[in-house]
Every structure is written in structure tokens, then in C-alpha cells.
């Protein structure tokens, strides 16, 4: 039976598609052409036989099924889903840029390296950290860079001995993860009860098995934390982490509301990454690839990855190598890193130059106060006070009429909203982290509150059995994730 309803295709597989004789090009019959790879292929191998027309049609109605930044209000907590200016994309598709290649001689690339060399400068100017490696893909791929230097500087120095890394508990799970894939033991700082550090819990898991903490290896802070909260005690706690001879590695996710504003090195920082695809708006969610580059200071830039790009005494802008840096900790991959990310986010800088991008967080910041304000008598709030660029709130109130965070994210799908950020941080129950990034007008804003205040109005007033059955007008409706875990189907069967 036809599915299609409204303007929602129904959307088979290729595979699916009736099977013609035609294809999107009409081939002449091959001669006889010796086989190149010497064996002959078993059967036939049963590719779909369609015309262009029908693959174009299959891809753009998939395409109308992915929900978007483009599309809409997009509020995940954490991911700082902004507008990409379409400036950007202009200039990462200037054919100087888009159309040159890795192995290209780096005397035909000058104008590449001096970009990239921008991009660093841009970097150390608003981290106040000295040295940048463009390469890692990723955030998590530049935690990993960032901890493999910490490991570096301590294997260099003689402190193998320092073993533990501390994070707090509500950090993201990239962090402990990335502690123990280099080796270190993590040990949980408890931040329950104010949702941010405090001096005390940080020196109880400082000292906890060395009176010096001299098997501090360092720490994962993110700031401001997973809880959207600015960490107010933590030059002080990083003053007691470098005395005990720690590094601190700041998990730069949510450099969105500090940048322009707050220099992470101000504040302690040894390394950090950044996240361009976050902060500097290159697209991201199955938009785009990532981009981590991490920043360190002036002593742990000899040991961070290659390559980095620097001039040299004729001028000229070169990829630095092993051989330029005995430290090094080596190279994370192939190449330089996601180089038209490089050309977006320096785009993203420029346009918006160092009072705009200071702009930048305090409208992010705004908004996101802005939203708690409105929401804070429907919804409970956890911790007191105003949030930096995220704020988080929990279902407690709903939870007591049977609807929880998951039928509210459920019912903005049905309300034509993608979902914020839902049970993360984990150290609360049914938690919601929404971040509206400074791009939202007013508008967006208040459509937004009002669709939340009328689910929690429809809560209130006993339409709590309607939500469990949400979203409804979808193509896909609500799943039974409890049957989903327990019974997967892994395998898609060609409907025959
Ligand atoms: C997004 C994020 C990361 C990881 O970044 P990816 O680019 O997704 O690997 C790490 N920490 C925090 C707090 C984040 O929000």
C-alpha cells in the first residue's frame, strides 16, 4: 500500500525499487577485456538498474527526512548548533582552496599554510595558550591529543609515577574515556550539590592516595561545565593542581561563552581543545566533518602532536615534522587536519573580528538566560542562580503526573522542534539541557518557551496519557525502545 501522506515519502531502499533495464548512463557492451584482478566475478553482482531521475529523487526525499540547523531551532545542550554563515561555505569552495591536495608541494600551497597559520594565531590570541595543532578531527580526537601531551611531558620528565587524572562527575563521558585510553586512572570529583566544583571535594580526590598528590597526573575540567554553570572556584583549584606538579586539561566544548570574553590560560589552563565545528560555527550533526585543534601552553607545545605550521627563516610557510621537534609526542593521522573547516572557522573570526566574536558569547549567554527566566516556574531548575550559554532544567514537576524528559522531547518532535539535550549531565535525574546559541532571534525564542509552557500546561491538566503516545504527525512514530534493546533486528530484510 502507498504510505505517502502529505508531502512525506515513503522511501524504499535502491535495492527496492522495481527492477528495469534501465541506468542512469547507456554503456556500449564491453569487447572481451582480459580481467584485471584475475578472478571472475561469481554471479552477477546485482547492482539496482535505475535511471538518474530515480536516484535523484530517492537521495533529495531522504534528505527532506534529516532535521536541520537550516530547518530550524535546534537547542541541543553541549553541541552549540549555530548558524553557518553562508559566507563561509563561499570561501571553502574558492577553487585555490577546495581544489588543492595533501601531497601537493608545500611551495604551491603557501597561501593554504598562511591561512592556517591565521587560524593559529586567531586560536593562541582568544585562548592566551601559545602553542596549536590543527590536526585533530575531532573534539574527542583533540582530548586525545591533548592527554597524549600531557602524557608526553610526564614521560619526558621522569613522572611515570603520575597516574590518576581527575574530572568531575558531570563531566562528558569523552573525558574519563579519553584518560583511560591513555592510560590513566580516573577518580570522579563529586559536584552534586551546587552543580560545580568545589575547593574541598577537588582536595579530598587531590590528596586522596599521596599527601602531595604526587600521583596527579592532572585533570579534565570543562568550563563552563556540563551543567552550563562558569566553574568559580577554579583558579584556585588549578593553582593546588600545578603545586601538586598536575596538568589541567580544559575541555573546551563550551568555549562558546567565554570566547572573546575569558582567555582559558587566565584561568589555568595548560591545554585545551577547541571545538571549530562548535564554536566557530563549521557545520556539524552529519553536517560536516569535525575539527579539534588543541591549544597548550608555551612549556607543553614542544611536546604536542605535528604538524603545526610555521615560517621559517626564508619566509616561507612549512608543515613542521618529526625531525623539527624531538618531543613530539608524533603524528594523530595522514596530513594537516579538516582543511576546509580551517577556511570556515578563520572566516567565522574575521567576519566577526575580536568585538564581534566577544558579542558572540554575550548574546549566546543572553539567550540562554532569557529561556531559564521563562521557563523557570514550569519547569524545576536545578541549580539557583543565572546559567552561561546552556541552561538545564529537569522533569522533577512532570513526574509526578507520569510524564517524563523523554515524553517532553518526544512532544517537541510533535510540535515541530528538534530536541534539546535530554539525561545529560548524568549526575541528576531526567535532566534537559537546552542551548539556544546566540544566532536565535527573539521570535524563535519565544515560540520556543510558549510550546514549552503548553506542554507543561497539557501536564498539568491531565493530557498526560497523550504524551506517551508522541510524536504522532512523524513518519516514524514513538518506538518501543524497551523491545528496540532488548530484541534488535540487526539485519534489513529486502521486503520481497
Ligand atoms: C561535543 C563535546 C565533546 C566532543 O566533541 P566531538 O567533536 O563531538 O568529538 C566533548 N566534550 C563536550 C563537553 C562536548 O560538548
Redesign the pocket.
Known sequence: MNQDRGLHYEENLLWEKEYSESSGVDLAEPEDIPLRIGVAPREEVGLPQLSEPQVVRHFVRMSTWNYSIDHGFFPLG??TMKHNPRLNEKLARLSGFAQIHPMQPQSTVQGALELMHELQNWLAELTGLWGVCLAPS????G?LAGMMTIRRAHEIQGNSKRKIVLTPDSS?G??PATAVMCGFEVRSISTQETGRLSVEAFKDALYKTDENGADIAGMMV?NPN?CGLFERNIIEISDLLHKAGGYFYC?G??FNALVGKVRPADFGVDVMHI?L??TFSTPHGGGGP?S?PICCTKDLAQYMPVPRVIKNSKGEYILETKEDRSDTLGTLKAFQGQFGMFVRALSYMKSHGSDGLRQVSEDAVLNANYILSQLKDDYHVPYEGSCMHECLLTDKKQKQYDVTTLDIAKALVEYGYHPMTIYFPLILAGTMLIEPTETESKDTLERFISTMKKIAQDVKDGKNKEFHDLPKSTPRKRLDEVRAARNPVLNYNIAS
Open positions: 553541549s553541541c575531532a573534539g574527542a580526537h582530548e562528558h569523552t573525558n570543562t556540563t575541555d566544548a563550551n571545538n565545528h562548535k569535525g579539534g
